[in-house]
């Protein structure tokens, strides 16, 4: 088995006590992350409005949207065998 990050491990943790032996939780997990991601933060291709025009604290936002989108993501793919982050990275 691959090495996971603390968090993707603590998720594929909880999800095998609670499931049949034959399920394939990583793929589960991957896909209801995915869905969370697709729900909480919507992808987004430009920021609503420019950092030129004065709206600093909106485009801010939408980055720190943006970054929270890529972290959940990136466990997804993780868990899809995608890319494999050392176990100490989140």
Same mark, same amino acid.
């Given at each position: 088995m691959p090495e996971f990050s603390t968090t993707t491990q603590a998720l594929l943790d909880a999800v095998c006590s609670n499931t049949e032996p034959d399920c394939d939780a990583q793929h589960l997990i991957a896909a209801a992350l995915e869905a969370l991601a697709d729900q909480v933060v919507p992808k987004q291709q430009e920021p609503p409005e420019s950092p030129h025009m004065g709206n600093f604290i909106s485009h801010a936002r939408w980055i720190q949207r943006q970054v929270l989108r890529h972290r959940i993501l990136a466990i /997804? /793919?993780?868990?899809?065998? #995608?890319? #494999?982050?050392?176990r100490n990275s989140n």
């Open positions: /997804a /793919a993780e868990l899809r065998g #995608q890319n #494999q982050p050392s």
